[in-house]
């Protein structure tokens, strides 16, 4: 551990006009690459603009994701970033980042899980409990937004599904409707 901040607390990143990033910790100018490599090793950092004291954390995260698609590390197709842009404005803006959060941490979960099963032999299907953790947990965020029915009268399969569609996509027009 470096002499500049506590066990626990963050590493402070400052960032000058100059582009140029500096890690308070270590006294060193850094990449975004640098920083790319703190994200993968689970090292904890704060990024501050230099002049202003604001915390640029979350414009600096997504420049290196924007730079590590733009260097053909791509990893999120069009149609997800299609979605994505397409959420910004409208009624399910203040839902998607705790969806997303809790879908990375079920995503991070499952890895895990699935790691450990093939390091043991895989002596049972983890990727039927990954389907059924998952199918959960899209239910659960359904019936957040939508009236579930009667517990008697559950269709199930494809009409379940295409149920969950079209109401899905009424719940979308009147939240969209509620925005104007």
């Known amino acids: 551990m470096a002499k500049n901040r506590k066990e626990g607390d963050p590493i402070i990143v400052k960032k ?14 850094i990449t975004l690459d640098d920083l790319a ?16 004291g604001d915390d640029i954390t979350h414009s600096i995260l997504t420049q290196i994701i924007v730079e590590q698609e733009a260097s053909g590390k791509q990893m999120l197709p069009v149609s997800f970033l299609r979605d994505l842009i397409s959420m910004y404005g409208n009624s ?8 997303l959060e809790a879908s990375m ?20 299907n983890p990727l039927a ?16 937004f939508i009236p579930s029915k ?30 104007k």
């Open 150 to 179: 009667d517990d008697a009268q559950e269709d199930t399969g494809e009409d379940e599904l295409a149920a969950l569609r079209t109401q899905m996509a009424e719940m979308q027009k009147k939240l969209d409707a509620l925005d």
């Open 105 to 124: 941490a079920n995503f991070r979960q499952n890895r895990e899980e699935l790691t450990k099963a093939f390091k043991s032999g895989i002596s049972n």
């Open 37 to 52: 490599e703190m994200v993968r090793s689970n090292t904890d950092f704060e990024v501050f603009d230099a002049k202003s």
């Open 16 to 29: 000058y006009a100059n582009r140029r990033l500096y890690n308070t910790d270590t006294s060193s100018y």
């Open 92 to 99: 399910m803006q203040n839902m998607m980042p705790s969806y």
């Open 129 to 144: 409990k990954i389907h059924e953790t998952n199918m959960a947990m899209m239910r659960a965020a359904t019936e957040a």
